[in-house]
């Protein structure tokens, strides 16, 4: 911890949601493998766990220090949502209002630890101007794509009407306000639990594998797949075998892996039996996809979600689900679009092969 008071030292804010939180975390490893810095990440003490795991398992403990940020108390937003996973999805705007009530524990947090940087996220350009009251600079880090950006300076710094917004590919309309899901995280030590899977997939064919990581039709497809679920707050005890329906594990046994939680997405992807990833399209998630040259299957749930998925739809990239007149997925348009992509990845593979 010597290392703290000597070194660069680095205040790290992002956002409090996983998908934000882990590019932070990245950066972090990134930056420490170039230089001597010591870096402070800020959260809510219920991203800790995740928080440290990351840190723990990268070695990076000497390095990387947890803040809390102290949002106020409220009967509405308890502790346990003090963050996007599991938050029930009327409670987002919640958690943003009382994430703005925070400047006065965050401008305490500058006072008493005096980085010489401030690296801030999307929802919190006061930080900026925090900092610099106390002479200390700032820079935005924002993990999210230009066209979400974009779409963001257009619609709100230009106050355009959304039919002059000159990218109509990535238009979207009244549909996309639907059921939001929360994005699947790691757990503490899950890796060694899910050595079978990877043996499973190896003895996999070549691009003949759906890795999904939510909830879906999957019967319909007859694709190989693994898909991952993660039951809401309060009904973890629920087993896999009692969410699903009656005599679905058995039927889908031997071309089908469904687990709980978490899976080693990035080693999934990175595999050659993976042909394909039904996604949420949140941009982490596609980031790794376009890394390891694995298509999409869009099935965007909220936010700039629908951005995403449109841009990679454009660049030939990914498949959006089409959804019914009342803007809900339907079995049979997955399953289509996973045989679809499926064949094609097969194909290609013969002729690579």
């Known amino acids: 911890m010597a290392s703290e008071t000597t070194n660069f030292r680095i205040l790290m804010f992002p956002?409090?949601?996983?998908?934000?939180?882990?590019?932070?975390?990245?950066?972090?490893?990134?930056?420490?493998?170039?230089?001597?810095?010591?870096?402070?990440?800020?959260?809510?003490?219920?991203?800790?766990?995740?928080?440290?795991?990351?840190?723990?398992?990268?070695?990076?403990?000497?390095?990387?220090?947890?803040v809390q940020l102290h949002l106020p108390p409220?009967?509405?937003?308890?502790?346990?949502?003090?963050?996007?996973?599991?938050?029930?999805?009327?409670?987002?705007?919640?958690?943003?209002e009382a994430f703005q009530t925070a400047k006065s524990s965050f401008s305490d947090i500058i006072t008493t630890l005096k980085p010489d940087l401030v690296i801030f996220d999307i929802f919190q350009p006061w930080a900026a101007r925090l900092a610099s009251s106390q002479g200390i600079p700032a820079v935005h880090f924002?993990?999210?794509?230009?066209?979400?950006?974009?779409?963001?300076?257009?619609?709100?710094?230009?106050?355009?009407?959304?039919?002059?917004?000159?990218?109509?590919?990535?238009?979207?309309?009244?549909?996309?306000?639907k059921k939001s899901l929360d994005d699947v995280n790691k757990d503490d030590d899950e890796e060694e639990k899910y050595s079978d899977m990877m043996e499973w997939l190896s003895k996999k064919n070549q691009h003949s594998t759906v890795y999904i990581s939510f909830g879906s039709e999957l019967e319909l497809c007859d694709a190989n797949f693994i898909s991952v679920i993660r039951f809401p707050l309060g009904e973890e005890d629920i087993s896999v075998e009692d969410a699903l329906p009656k005599g679905f594990l058995e039927r889908v046994k031997e071309r089908g892996i469904v687990v709980s939680k978490w899976a080693?997405?990035?080693?999934?992807?990175?595999?050659?039996?993976?042909?394909?990833?039904?996604?949420?399209?949140?941009?982490?998630?596609?980031?790794?996809?376009?890394?390891?040259?694995?298509?999409?299957?869009?099935?965007?749930?909220?936010?700039?979600?629908?951005?995403?998925?449109?841009?990679?739809v454009e660049a030939g990239a990914c498949m959006e689900v089409v959804r019914d007149e009342n803007g809900a997925y339907k079995g049979e348009e997955i399953a289509k679009a996973i045989k679809k992509v499926v064949v094609d990845e097969l194909r290609?593979?013969?002729?690579?092969?």
């Open 348 to 353: 290609r593979a013969q002729v690579e092969g």
């Open 264 to 312: 080693p997405q990035a080693r999934i992807l990175a595999h050659q039996s993976t042909a394909s990833f039904v996604s949420h399209c949140g941009w982490s998630s596609l980031n790794e996809s376009l890394y390891f040259g694995v298509p999409v299957i869009g099935m965007p749930m909220k936010l700039t979600m629908f951005i995403d998925c449109k841009m990679l």
């Open 74 to 96: 409220s009967h509405e937003l308890p502790p346990h949502y003090h963050t996007t996973k599991n938050l029930p999805s009327d409670l987002v705007f919640t958690l943003l």
């Open 142 to 177: 924002a993990p999210l794509g230009a066209a979400t950006r974009s779409y963001s300076y257009h619609h709100y710094v230009r106050r355009h009407p959304d039919g002059d917004f000159p990218f109509q590919e990535l238009r979207f309309g009244d549909d996309n306000e």
């Open 15 to 66: 956002w409090l949601a996983h998908g934000h939180i882990f590019p932070y975390l990245e950066l972090s490893k990134r930056l420490l493998i170039r230089k001597n810095f010591y870096i402070y990440l800020c959260s809510t003490p219920i991203n800790f766990t995740s928080i440290n795991t990351f840190i723990r398992n990268n070695n990076l403990s000497e390095s990387i220090g947890v």
